[in-house]
């Protein structure tokens, strides 16, 4: 069976959040991102987003909360947002 991997492309404020994370937060940021670009869609920390845009998800890491949308034509994830969960949620 073949494996398909997602590519995961970051907004500017998403890259922006990653940036001034501390060390230990950048590690299980960077290990939920890998998990993401093998599968968007499941997991025990991830919840699709109710409202109008079906294609976004959260991945709760901590008390951080990775938002992103995935794409399935063109197998890409975009993380537009992390940040703490107080903060994830709005623009």
Known sequence: MLSVT???QFTNKAQTHYNSLDANMT????????QLAQNPF???NIAKLKGSNTRR???RVG???IIYEVDTQ???CFV???STRG?????
């Open 6 to 8: 997602f590519e995961i």
């Open 27 to 34: 590690r299980r940021i960077n290990r939920a991102i890998n």
């Open 42 to 44: 499941f997991g025990p």
């Open 57 to 59: 998800y959260r991945y």
């Open 63 to 65: 008390s951080y909360r």
């Open 74 to 76: 063109h197998q890409k």
């Open 80 to 82: 537009i947002s992390i």
């Open 87 to 91: 903060r994830s949620y709005h623009p």
